[in-house]
Every structure is written in structure tokens, then in C-alpha cells.
């Protein structure tokens, strides 16, 4: 029976509190103080265990880079007929009278080692290497257009270290 | 007007005190504090800027404050950091 009663109890009560628990204050806390915390698939990874394992992951994790970079970084539309200059490819933006712009293939394995792009930073390798200079604008692109894509977390957790725009 | 877009390859599960969210493409992992939960949740499918977002927090929290400075400002720096994380897209 005093079960029965306080079920009964349950049932009268009013809907108010509930909605005044969500119309709580919200405060937005200083910047400094971070409201995310991030679980890459590179931590995950790891097999040396602890913060020397994370690392050594993301030095060996991919970022794949597709075919048909253009020296802007863009990814060249597949319709876009290339043009050969010598051996170095190239299109035309907007038709004949458009830009020229040298058109570039993926690196030999289709991907950069964490480790490759580190060190291509590192070294300034986007000055004489017109390939990786296009690879590296495809990078930052992706990396800023906030839509993702397979490796990114492997190229954040480099580049927010070792290289900053 | 720059809009704030959620992004649609995530996944977001709601936990107890706590929200994840999880980003298909990057296979990573965030874990939202509260008002992090809330800002994400204030950004409707179809977009809206950040007048917008505040004015719907408000609608759902009665009061928004900011630790510091006011609390518009102190939104977009949130909102920023959902788009860093490419958890929400920035169109302008």
C-alpha cells in the first residue's frame, strides 16, 4: 500500500521543476580553460604505452593525399583535361584564356608518413619541391575547411606542434 | 553573414553529465563540457549565426553569461573552436 501511495505521489507532481532545471544560467567559462577534450585514433594506437607511445604513432600514421593537386592546392576537377609541359602536367583554370596552373600526382605511395611531413616542415621543403609545396597547400586547405577527411588527425597533431600558418 | 553549419559526418551521443562527440572521417573523439553540449545543440541543421545561436541559448537557458568580456564574443570563440575541430563548418 505505501507503495501504491508514493507512486501516486510521483504522479501529482508538477512538470514545473523539470523545466526550470533546463532554463538553468548558462556561463560561458574564460577561453583559457578548455571545453573540449580530444581522443585521437593515433592515441589509441599507441603500443608503447603512455605519452612516448602517442608520439611514436603519430609519426608513423598517413595522410593520404589524392591525385591531381593543382600548385594552388586544390584537387582538380575530374572533366579538366591535362596538358603536358614537357613532363610536368598542367590545366587551364577557366577554359584557354584561364590560368595555367602545373598539376601534381599523389606522393609515390599515394600518402605522406607522419614523420615525412614533420620533417618536410622542418626542413622548408616546400621551397624546392614544387610537388610537396602543392601537397602542403592541399593540407592546410583541408585542414581549414573544418569538413575532415581520412588522416587529418594524424596532420593536426603534427601540425599543430612543429608548424603554424 | 557568416553561418555556422553542424558538420553530418559525426555521431553524438548524450551520456549522463557528458556528451561525445565522435568525427567519422578523422575517427576522432571529443568529449563536450556542458557548455560546449549546449552551444552544439544550439546550432540548428540548417545553420545560423552567432546572433542566432545566442538567441536560441537564451530561449532554452533564460541567462547567458560570460566568465569574460561579453557573452557574444565569447560564443564565436567557442563556436571557433567547435569549427577548428571540424565538428561544425564555417561558411561565409
Same mark, same amino acid.
Given at each position: ?22 532554463? #538553468? ?41 589524392? /591525385? ?16 603536358? /609541359? ?10 584557354? #584564356? ?68 | ?17 557528458? &556528451?561525445?562527440?565522435? $568525427?567519422?572521417? &578523422?575517427?576522432? *573523439? $571529443? ?20 546572433? %542566432? ?10 541567462? !547567458? ?15 571557433? %573552436?567547435? *569549427?577548428?575541430?571540424?565538428? !561544425?563548418? $564555417?561558411?561565409?
Amino acid at each position: 500500500m505505501t507503495d501504491q501511495n508514493s507512486d501516486q505521489e510521483g504522479m501529482m507532481q508538477p512538470k514545473e521543476p523539470e523545466v526550470n532545471a533546463r532554463r #538553468r544560467v548558462l556561463k560561458l567559462g574564460a577561453v583559457a580553460v578548455p571545453a573540449i577534450a580530444t581522443l585521437t585514433p593515433s592515441m589509441a594506437m599507441a603500443t608503447g604505452g603512455g605519452v612516448g607511445g602517442a608520439n611514436i604513432s603519430i609519426l608513423a600514421c598517413q595522410v593520404p593525399i589524392p /591525385d591531381r593537386i593543382d600548385e594552388d592546392g586544390e584537387v582538380v576537377p575530374a572533366h579538366k583535361n591535362l596538358h603536358y /609541359d614537357g613532363h610536368q602536367a598542367y590545366y587551364y583554370e577557366n577554359g584557354k #584564356r584561364g590560368k595555367k596552373k602545373y598539376v601534381f600526382n599523389a606522393p609515390y605511395q599515394g600518402h605522406y608518413s607522419g614523420q615525412e611531413i614533420k620533417d618536410g616542415y622542418l626542413n622548408n621543403r616546400y621551397i624546392h619541391d614544387a610537388q610537396f609545396k602543392a601537397h602542403v597547400e592541399y593540407l592546410q586547405k583541408m585542414r581549414n575547411s573544418g569538413t575532415g577527411g581520412a588522416g587529418i588527425s594524424c596532420l593536426m597533431s603534427i601540425t599543430n606542434s612543429s608548424y603554424k600558418t | 553573414m557568416a553561418l555556422y553549419v553542424p558538420v553530418e559526418a559525426v555521431r553524438y551521443e548524450k551520456l549522463d553529465d557528458l &556528451s561525445l562527440v565522435f $568525427h567519422r572521417l &578523422s575517427g576522432e *573523439t $571529443h568529449i563536450l563540457s556542458p557548455e560546449m553540449e549546449a552551444i552544439y545543440e544550439a546550432i540548428p541543421a540548417g545553420g545560423a549565426d552567432a546572433e %542566432q545561436i545566442l538567441f536560441r541559448l537564451e530561449a532554452v537557458h533564460g541567462l !547567458v553569461e560570460a566568465e569574460e568580456g561579453d557573452p557574444a564574443s565569447a560564443l564565436c570563440l567557442r563556436l571557433d %573552436q567547435l *569549427t577548428e575541430l571540424g565538428i !561544425v563548418r $564555417h561558411i561565409s
